[in-house]
Structures are given as structure tokens and as C-alpha cells.
């Protein structure tokens, strides 16, 4: 049984290399959760990201679902209060409708109890959570290379963990070092925020203004975040796409962009095939753990980090499979994930075609609509009321 406790400063004068039960690779949201939530347990934890400032540049929308509607979405994942009844300050803007605006841009508003945040300081406080719950926590340290699936070199020493977790985003490091593929599809996607008098709805515009994905308004506190994802094999450099919607709506709301655009990857093919391996276990993005219908992993990434920190605390003073992470994170959330990948297979027909997505948003309706965004099946009529 491998030790546990607050760090372990390896014994022999040989060997300098600091030893803890769990190394997390990456403090997003996946990690910082998975870190809380072992540290919370008694576990020695080490959470190492490559950024000089966690959370800094922002790469996001910066929406998030409320408690209430995430239950509601996953209702067979208990508590979520613990994980996204956050303090009042990273609450940007509460907003309730989202309006789906078609190719011919007919408006549908979908109720949808949501809030903007601040990325910037909401990733912050979730390392700070994992600080508080006993975890290290070392920014600017950038993981180089994983040797025999334990030893993490890095820009600023070597450190061994009985457990390591991959929470690395799309192009997770620690995934690549085991030999195990990553998601199949990834939507680039870029974002800026902007001043202006915004209103209280967060618009997505759908069809050739981004094809195969949308552009976005997501209304924050005296301005918007603005941006765009699309599909890179219908949108040829989707930069150019992602750069003429925020200067359109840059103009249309008399303001300019208050900072570079900045971009990353969505992976919109749902999870990967397998997220534990011996005694590696991937987390967030780095596993694909994503809503495919709209793009969402901060929560699911939480939700899968929870489950993580749990699991391993459970697998090392109990000698739990740390398997079951991989069977319960599915059980929970894994059906929904699954229903909007293939909500997303079928919507692909009309990705090229404004005239055929139209159709097809004017037969979904409101309540079709919601359904896809939600991750449900438009096909299953038992909850269409
Ligand atoms: C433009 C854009 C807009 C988005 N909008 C939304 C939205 O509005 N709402 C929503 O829910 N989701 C949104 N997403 C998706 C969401 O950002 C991710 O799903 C979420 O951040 C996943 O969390 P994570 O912790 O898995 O990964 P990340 O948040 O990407 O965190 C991974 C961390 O790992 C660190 N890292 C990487 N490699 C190393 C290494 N070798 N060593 C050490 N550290 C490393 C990185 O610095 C990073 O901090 C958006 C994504 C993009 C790109």
C-alpha cells in the first residue's frame, strides 16, 4: 500500500525526488477539482500547472449552468451544490434565456438558468479550494515528460505520485506518455470580451456564420464575451471566421474588443474510449469529457473530477479499482454525453446547407432545441412537455 499523508520527502540521500500520493497535471477546473477532492480525503496531493497565473489568458465562453439547471440536465449526480454554488463575485451576470438564432435568423428562446463568470479568477478559486483542502499547488511548473507512469519531470524538479492524474486539456501530455488517443474531433475556437451595453440573453448564431458550431454573445457585467467555434474541415481557418463575427458585433454595438482573441480547442467527439490506465487517470478535456451540443466541459469536467479525487482515495487506502472512476463518472454523466454526440452526428447534415438547418430548427422548435442543447434526444417524445 502506497503511503499516505501531506507530502513525502523521499528518504534516501540518492534519491531528491518528492514523493506524494497524487500528482495532478493541470489546475483547469478537471484538476483543481480532482485535487480537492483527494486532498479532502487525507491524500498527500501535488497539482502542477504550466501557467505563470492559474486561469490566465481566458480560453473560454465563460458560461456556466446554475445548480438548479445542471441537476435538472444530470440528475443522477448528487450534491452539485458542493461543486457549483460558488460565491456571489464569480457570478458575472445571471441570465435565464438563450437565444438560438437560425441561419434565416429566426430567434428561439430557450429557458436555460445560467450565469457568466470570470474565468480568470473562477479557475483561481478552484486551485485555492485544493490549497484549502490541503493540496501543493505550484504554477509555472510545467510537466516535460512522465516516466513508468509515476515519475512527473518538470520545469521546476521531479516528483513522484502513486497515482497521476492527466487534467492537461485536449493535447493532455500525461495521455500521450501512455500511448492512449485522444479525442477524434476538435473544434478550434476563439474568444474576446468587449464593454457595451449587452442585453440579458446569451445569443448563439448558427449556420455558414460558423459552420458545423456557433458564434456567441454570453452578456457579462458591463460588456460581453464574444466568440466563435466552428468546424475545421467545413471552416477553412476558422480565425477568419472567429475575427469578422466579433468585429461585426464589435461594430454593431459601437464598442472594440478589450483584448486579444484568445483561442484554444473544444473536443466535440465525446469521451475517449478509456480514462483510467494502471495508475494514470485522465480528467476534463483531456479526456474528452465534454457536451458536444454546445461546447460546455467546465462543469462535466468538475463532475468527473470529484469522482476522480473520490476514486483514488479509495483505490489507495482501500484498494478500490481505480477502474471504477472510469464506470461511475459513465454512469453518472455518460449516457447524456454519448446522446449529445450522436444529437451532433445527425444535426452534421445541415452543417453546409443555411436553408436545411433553418428547416430543421423550425420543426425542433423551442422545445426540440432545448432538448439538443440540454443533451437529450429529440427522438424520445416522453419528456417533451
Ligand atoms: C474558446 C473556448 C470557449 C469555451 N467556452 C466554454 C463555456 O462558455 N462554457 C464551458 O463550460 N466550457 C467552455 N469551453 C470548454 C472549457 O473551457 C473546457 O472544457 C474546460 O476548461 C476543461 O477543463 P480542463 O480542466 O479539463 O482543461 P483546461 O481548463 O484546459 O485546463 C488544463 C490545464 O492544464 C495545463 N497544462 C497543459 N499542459 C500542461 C503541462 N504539460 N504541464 C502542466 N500543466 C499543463 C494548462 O495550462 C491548463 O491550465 C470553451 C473552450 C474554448 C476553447
Given at each position: 500500500?502506497?503511503?499516505?499523508?501531506?507530502?513525502?520527502?523521499?528518504?534516501?540521500?540518492?534519491d531528491?525526488?518528492e514523493?506524494?500520493?497524487?500528482?495532478?497535471?493541470?489546475?483547469?477546473?478537471?484538476?483543481?477539482?480532482?485535487?480537492?477532492?483527494?486532498?479532502?480525503a487525507?491524500?498527500?496531493?501535488l497539482?502542477i500547472?504550466?501557467?505563470k497565473?492559474?486561469g490566465?489568458?481566458?480560453?473560454?465562453?465563460e458560461?456556466?449552468?446554475?445548480?438548479?439547471?445542471?441537476t435538472r440536465?444530470?440528475?443522477?449526480?448528487?450534491?452539485?451544490?458542493?461543486?457549483?454554488?460558488?460565491?456571489?463575485?464569480?457570478?458575472?451576470?445571471?441570465?435565464?434565456?438563450?437565444?438560438?438564432?437560425?441561419?434565416?435568423?429566426?430567434?428561439?428562446?430557450?429557458p436555460?438558468?445560467?450565469?457568466?463568470?470570470?474565468?480568470?479568477?473562477?479557475?483561481?478559486?478552484?486551485?485555492?479550494?485544493?490549497?484549502?483542502?490541503?493540496?501543493?499547488?505550484?504554477?509555472?511548473?510545467?510537466?516535460?515528460?512522465?516516466?513508468?507512469?509515476?515519475?512527473?519531470?518538470?520545469?521546476?524538479?521531479?516528483?513522484?505520485?502513486?497515482?497521476?492524474?492527466?487534467?492537461?486539456?485536449?493535447?493532455?501530455?500525461?495521455?500521450?506518455?501512455i500511448?492512449?488517443?485522444?479525442?477524434?474531433?476538435?473544434?478550434?475556437?476563439?474568444?474576446?470580451?468587449?464593454d457595451?451595453?449587452?442585453?440579458?440573453?446569451?445569443?448563439?448564431?448558427?449556420?455558414n456564420?460558423?459552420?458545423?458550431?456557433?458564434?456567441?454573445?454570453?452578456?457579462?457585467k458591463?460588456?460581453?464575451?464574444?466568440?466563435l467555434?466552428?468546424?475545421?474541415?467545413?471552416?477553412?481557418?476558422?480565425?477568419?471566421?472567429?475575427?469578422?463575427?466579433i468585429?461585426?458585433?464589435?461594430?454593431?454595438?459601437?464598442?472594440?474588443?478589450?483584448?486579444l482573441?484568445?483561442?484554444?480547442?473544444?473536443?466535440?467527439?465525446g469521451?475517449?474510449?478509456?480514462?483510467a490506465?494502471?495508475?494514470?487517470?485522465?480528467?476534463?478535456?483531456?479526456?474528452g469529457?465534454?457536451?458536444?451540443?454546445?461546447?460546455?466541459?467546465?462543469?462535466?469536467?468538475?463532475?468527473?473530477?470529484?469522482i476522480?479525487g473520490?476514486?483514488?482515495?479509495?483505490?489507495?487506502?482501500?484498494?478500490?479499482?481505480?477502474q471504477?472512476?472510469?464506470?461511475?463518472?459513465?454512469?453518472?454523466?455518460g449516457?447524456d454525453?454519448?446522446?449529445?454526440?450522436?444529437?451532433?452526428?445527425?444535426?452534421?447534415?445541415?452543417?453546409?446547407?443555411d436553408?436545411?438547418?433553418?428547416?430543421?430548427?423550425?420543426?425542433?422548435?423551442?422545445?426540440g432545441?432545448?432538448?439538443?442543447?440540454?443533451?437529450k434526444?429529440?427522438?424520445?417524445?416522453?419528456?417533451?412537455?
Amino acid at each position: 500500500m502506497p503511503p499516505l499523508g501531506r507530502a513525502k520527502r523521499a528518504q534516501s540521500e540518492g534519491d531528491p525526488v518528492e514523493k506524494f500520493d497524487v500528482v495532478v497535471v493541470g489546475a483547469g477546473p478537471a484538476g483543481s477539482t480532482t485535487a480537492r477532492f483527494a486532498a479532502e480525503a487525507g491524500l498527500s496531493v501535488l497539482l502542477i500547472d504550466s501557467r505563470k497565473e492559474i486561469g490566465w489568458p481566458v480560453q473560454c465562453g465563460e458560461l456556466m449552468a446554475k445548480t438548479e439547471e445542471m441537476t435538472r440536465i444530470f440528475p443522477l449526480v448528487e450534491n452539485q451544490g458542493e461543486l457549483f454554488d460558488v460565491p456571489g463575485e464569480f457570478v458575472s451576470r445571471p441570465i435565464d434565456i438563450i437565444k438560438m438564432v437560425s441561419p434565416s435568423m429566426k430567434e428561439y428562446d430557450i429557458p436555460f438558468s445560467c450565469f457568466s463568470t470570470e474565468r480568470r479568477y473562477f479557475d483561481r478559486y478552484q486551485a485555492d479550494l485544493a490549497a484549502k483542502a490541503g493540496a501543493t499547488v505550484m504554477s509555472d511548473t510545467k510537466m516535460t515528460r512522465l516516466e513508468d507512469s509515476h515519475r512527473v519531470f518538470t520545469t521546476r524538479g521531479d516528483f513522484e505520485g502513486s497515482v497521476i492524474v492527466g487534467a492537461d486539456g485536449p493535447f493532455s501530455a500525461v495521455r500521450r506518455s501512455i500511448g492512449v488517443k485522444g479525442p477524434e474531433l476538435l473544434y478550434p475556437a476563439m474568444s474576446t470580451t468587449m464593454d457595451g451595453s449587452f442585453s440579458d440573453e446569451v445569443y448563439m448564431y448558427f449556420g455558414n456564420v460558423a459552420p458545423g458550431g456557433y458564434g456567441w454573445i454570453i452578456p457579462k457585467k458591463g460588456g460581453a464575451n464574444v466568440g466563435l467555434g466552428a468546424d475545421p474541415s467545413l471552416a477553412r481557418g476558422v480565425g477568419r471566421y472567429a475575427k469578422e463575427f466579433i468585429s461585426r458585433t464589435a461594430d454593431k454595438f459601437s464598442t472594440k474588443p478589450k483584448q486579444l482573441v484568445a483561442g484554444g480547442w473544444v473536443p466535440m467527439s465525446g469521451p475517449i474510449g478509456g480514462t483510467a490506465y494502471g495508475n494514470v487517470v485522465l480528467v476534463g478535456d483531456a479526456a474528452g469529457q465534454v457536451m458536444a451540443t454546445n461546447g460546455g466541459g467546465i462543469q462535466i469536467s468538475m463532475i468527473c473530477g470529484r469522482i476522480a479525487g473520490r476514486t483514488i482515495a479509495a483505490h489507495l487506502k482501500k484498494g478500490t479499482e481505480l477502474q471504477s472512476y472510469d464506470s461511475e463518472w459513465r454512469r453518472v454523466v455518460g449516457k447524456d454525453l454519448a446522446t449529445a454526440r450522436k444529437m451532433m452526428r445527425y444535426a452534421s447534415i445541415s452543417f453546409s446547407r443555411d436553408w436545411l438547418m433553418s428547416a430543421i430548427f423550425r420543426v425542433a422548435g423551442v422545445k426540440g432545441l432545448a432538448k439538443v442543447i440540454k443533451c437529450k434526444s429529440v427522438f424520445t417524445r416522453a419528456d417533451w412537455t
